[in-house]
C-alpha cells in the first residue's frame, strides 16, 4: 500500500477569486485593515456606540423615506391625501411612516446623547476640534430634517408647527426676514413653503448630512479615538483593543436596541394626522415637535413678552448657547479630560439638561390650560 | 486602578445589575416586538414604565406580578406581556452569569464560583419581588405628597397670582425634585441590597492567581464569544428567522387607529368581472332595443289612431260613433251617471 501523500494545492474558490480581482483593483483588505483595525484606547465600551447608531438610523430614515416618496404627492391639494393613503390604504404603509417619524425622534435623542457622550469625555478637546464643529453642523442638520420633515402631512399638527417655526426664525436679525420669506414663498404657508420644504428635506439636507458625515469619519479616524477619561496608562493599555470585533459587536447590539425600540414606538404609537392644513387654527393649539418644545415654553415665560423678550428667548439665548458651543474646544483649553475634575463643565450639562426636561414637560403640562 | 478594587455594596450592585440588564436587553425586545406584532401585547399609555420594568427583569421578574395583582397597577393587555417576563428568566441569568464573572475577574480579582448566573439570579429575584413593590408605594406616596404640599404652597394669595407658565415650571421642578431625591435614595438603598447579596457570593471565592495581563485576557475573553463565526452565523440566523416571522405577522393596516381619526369605511369595491360586465352590457343594449321598438310601434299605433280618429270624426258626422270597447266617459273623467 503507498503511504506517500500526495502535496495538496487547494483551489481558490469562485467567491475568492472575485474577491482577489476586486481587492487587485480596489484594494479591499487594505481598506479592510484600514476600517477595522483601528485601535480603540482602552477598549471598547457602550458609550462609543452613538456615533454607529445614528449612522445606522441615518440609513434606515433613508430607506423609509424613499419608499414612502412613491406615494407622497408633495403638493398642497394632494399631500394630505397621499400620506392618509399611505396610513390607510398603502400595505404596511402605517408601519413605514410610523418608523420614519419615531426614527426622527430616535435620531434626535441618539444626536443629543453623542453629543453629551463627547462633552462629557472631554473628546472636543485638542487635536479634536474639528470633529467637534463638524459634529455640531451635523446637530444643525438632524434638526433641519425634523423641522422640514414636519410639514410634508400637511395636516394641522404640520402647518402650525411650521407657522410658529418660521415665525421664530422670521425673528433673527439681518437674516431673519429673508429666510422666513424664502421658506414660506408667500404671505402664509402654501404650495411654494411644501414644495421648498419638500426639496430640502430629500436634496439638500441628505446631500449635506452625507458630505458632513464623511468629513467627521475621516477627521475621528485622523485624530482616533479619545479613549476613557480615567484609569491609569497600564489599564488602558492592557484594555486596548481593535475596532473589531468587540466593538463592532457593540455597535451591533446598540443598532438591534434602537431599531427594536422604533419598531415599539411605531406600534405603540402609530402615526394619525389631524385636520387637513388650513389657515384658522380652529380647536388647535399650535405647538412645534418635542423637541424644540422648551424653547416654545420658555417663550411663555413673562420675561420673554413683547417684541424683545421674544427675540431674547427665540434667537438671542439659543444662538449664544450654539456659538459657545462652537468655541468650547478654544476656550476650554486645559488637558484635563475627566469629567468629575472639571465641576463647570459638569453643572453645566446638568444645569442644559435638567432646563430642557423641566421645560419640555412644563409645555406637556401646559396643553391642559389650554383647553 | 490596576490593584484589586474596594467596592461599596451600592457600586458592586450596580456594576453588576446596569450591564447584566442592557446585555439581556436587546434579545428581550426582539421577543417583544414579535409579542407586538402578533396582537398579544397591548401598551396603552404605560410605555416608559413597562420598559423599565422590562429592562430590570433581573429584579423585577417577580414584582411585575406582585405589582400588578397587589397593587393593582395596570401595566397593559395581552397574554404576551406576562409570557415575555417569564421567557426573560433564562436570558437574565445568562446576562447576570457573564456580567458578575467579569466583575469577579476585573474588578474584585475573584475566581468566579460555579453557577454564579443561576444563585445571583435567584436572590436579586426575590429581593426585587419584596423591595420594588415597597420602593413603588413609597414612591407614588412621596411623589402625591410632594404634588400636594406643592400645591397648596402655590396656592397661597401671595403667589396666586403667579403666571401659568411659571407656576407650572415651578411646581413641576419642585415636586420633581423631591420624587428624584426619594427615588434615587430609594434606588441607592436597593442597590447596596443587591451588593451585600453579591458579597455573600464573593466572600467564599477563591482569589484569582493570574497577572493583571492575564486576568484582563480572561475578562476579555469571557466578554466575546469563544468561536466568533459560529456565533455570527447563530446571531444571522436568529435574526433571518424573527424578521420572517415578524412580517409573517406584522398587520397590513394600522392594528389600532385612534378613534378620532378612524379611516373612512368605504364598502369594497365588488371584484370586476369582465365576461359579467360584457353580458350586463349587451342586455342592457338589447333591453333598450326592445323599449325603443316597443315606443316607435305604440308611436306608430297612435299615429295610425290618430289617422282613424280623423276618420272617425268625420263617420260621426256621417253615422253612429265606433266604440273601441271602452265604457264612454265624460268630458270630466268620471262614469258616466256618477250625478256628482
Not at chain 1, 3 to 28: H, M, N, W
Not at chain 1, 198 to 219: N, R, S, Y
Not at chain 2, 182 to 204: C, F, H, M, N, W
Not at chain 2, 218 to 242: H, K, N
Request: aromatic share 12%; glycine share 8%; with cysteine.
Amino acid at each position: 500500500m503507498d503511504t506517500t501523500t500526495q502535496p495538496t494545492t487547494t483551489q481558490p474558490s469562485a467567491i475568492e477569486k472575485v474577491l482577489a480581482f476586486v481587492d487587485e483593483r480596489v484594494g479591499l483588505k487594505t481598506l479592510q485593515a484600514k476600517m477595522l483595525n483601528e485601535p480603540v484606547p482602552g477598549g471598547s465600551r457602550w458609550a462609543y456606540v452613538f456615533g454607529s447608531v445614528l449612522l445606522f438610523i441615518f440609513i434606515m430614515q433613508a430607506i423609509t423615506g424613499i419608499l414612502l416618496m412613491f406615494y407622497y404627492v408633495p403638493t398642497a391639494d394632494h399631500a394630505y391625501a397621499s400620506t392618509q393613503y399611505i396610513i390607510h390604504s398603502v400595505d404596511y404603509g402605517w408601519f413605514l411612516l410610523s418608523y420614519h417619524f419615531w426614527g426622527s425622534t430616535a435620531m434626535v435623542v441618539c444626536v443629543f446623547a453623542h453629543m453629551s457622550q463627547v462633552f462629557l469625555w472631554g473628546a472636543y478637546k485638542k487635536p479634536r476640534e474639528l470633529i467637534w464643529l463638524v459634529g455640531l453642523a451635523l446637530f444643525g442638520i438632524v434638526m433641519g430634517f425634523g423641522f422640514t420633515g414636519y410639514l410634508l402631512p400637511w395636516d394641522q399638527r404640520a402647518y402650525w408647527a411650521t407657522t410658529v417655526g418660521v415665525e421664530i426664525m422670521d425673528k433673527t436679525p439681518l437674516l431673519g426676514d429673508f429666510m422666513a420669506r424664502f421658506l414660506k414663498g408667500g404671505a402664509t404657508p402654501g404650495q411654494m413653503t411644501l414644495s421648498r420644504f419638500f426639496v430640502i428635506h430629500v436634496m439638500v439636507l441628505p446631500a449635506a448630512l452625507m458630505g458632513l458625515a464623511g468629513l467627521h469619519l475621516f477627521l475621528f479616524r485622523k485624530a482616533g479615538p479619545a479613549g476613557p477619561f480615567r484609569g491609569s496608562v497600564e489599564e488602558i493599555k492592557a484594555k486596548t483593543d481593535y475596532f473589531f470585533p468587540r466593538q463592532i459587536w457593540k455597535d451591533i447590539v446598540g443598532m438591534v436596541v434602537v431599531f427594536l425600540s422604533i419598531c415599539s414606538l411605531a406600534f405603540w404609537e402609530p402615526i394619525v394626522l389631524l385636520e387637513e392644513a388650513t389657515p384658522d387654527p380652529g380647536d388647535y393649539h399650535p405647538e412645534p415637535e418635542w423637541y424644540f418644545l422648551f424653547l416654545f415654553q420658555l417663550l411663555r415665560l413673562k420675561v420673554f413678552a413683547g417684541e424683545f423678550g421674544q427675540f431674547l428667548g427665540a434667537i438671542a439665548l439659543p444662538g449664544a448657547f450654539m456659538a459657545l458651543l462652537a468655541a468650547l474646544p478654544f476656550i476650554d483649553r486645559s488637558p484635563e479630560r475627566n469629567i468629575f475634575k472639571r465641576p463647570i463643565a459638569l453643572i453645566g450639562w446638568i444645569v442644559v439638561m435638567a432646563s430642557i426636561l423641566i421645560f419640555t414637560v412644563a409645555a406637556i403640562i401646559n396643553r391642559e390650560f389650554l383647553e | 486602578m490596576t490593584g484589586r478594587e474596594t467596592m461599596s455594596s451600592f457600586k458592586l450592585g450596580l456594576s453588576i445589575l446596569w450591564p447584566a440588564c442592557w446585555t439581556a436587553l436587546p434579545i428581550k425586545m426582539a421577543f417583544a416586538m414579535l409579542f407586538m406584532a402578533m396582537g398579544t401585547i397591548h401598551l396603552e399609555t404605560k410605555l416608559g414604565i413597562t420598559f423599565l420594568m422590562l429592562l430590570m427583569t433581573p429584579v423585577s421578574v417577580f414584582a411585575f406580578f406582585v405589582i400588578s395583582l397587589g397593587v393593582g397597577f395596570h401595566f397593559g393587555e395581552g397574554l404576551g406581556l406576562p409570557v415575555l417576563f417569564l421567557l426573560s428568566i433564562p436570558i437574565d441569568i445568562w446576562a447576570l452569569g457573564l456580567a458578575a464573572r467579569t466583575v469577579f475577574l476585573e474588578r474584585l480579582r475573584l475566581e468566579p464560583p460555579a453557577s454564579l448566573g443561576v444563585g445571583l439570579w435567584v436572590r436579586f429575584a426575590v429581593a426585587g419581588a419584596i423591595y420594588l413593590p415597597f420602593l413603588w408605594v413609597v414612591q407614588g406616596g412621596a411623589t402625591d405628597l410632594a404634588r400636594s404640599i406643592i400645591k397648596s404652597i402655590l396656592d397661597m394669595d401671595m403667589l396666586k397670582h403667579m403666571p401659568v407658565a411659571e407656576r407650572i415650571g415651578l411646581e413641576f421642578t419642585a415636586w420633581g425634585s423631591v420624587a428624584l431625591l426619594v427615588l434615587l435614595a430609594l434606588t441607592y438603598v436597593g442597590l447596596s441590597i443587591l451588593g451585600k447579596l453579591v458579597e455573600g457570593r464573593a466572600s467564599a471565592a477563591q482569589p484569582a492567581g493570574d497577572t493583571y495581563q492575564g486576568l484582563i485576557s480572561r475578562w476579555d475573553m469571557i466578554r466575546v464569544p469563544a468561536d466568533q463565526s459560529l456565533m455570527l452565523t447563530a446571531f444571522t440566523a436568529a435574526g433571518a428567522v424573527l424578521s420572517v416571522l415578524f412580517w409573517a405577522v406584522l398587520p397590513v393596516s394600522t392594528p389600532h387607529p385612534h378613534e378620532c381619526c378612524k379611516p373612512p369605511t368605504d364598502a369594497a369595491a365588488p371584484h370586476f368581472d369582465p365576461q359579467k360586465a360584457l353580458s350586463k352590457g349587451e342586455k342592457a343594449f338589447k333591453d333598450a332595443e326592445l323599449k325603443i321598438a316597443a315606443i316607435e310601434q305604440r308611436a306608430a299605433e297612435e299615429e295610425k289612431d290618430k289617422q282613424k280618429g280623423g276618420k272617425d270624426k268625420a263617420g260621426v258626422k256621417d253615422g253612429s260613433p265606433k266604440s273601441d270597447g271602452k265604457p264612454a266617459q265624460s268630458a270630466a273623467g268620471k262614469p258616466a251617471g256618477s250625478g256628482k
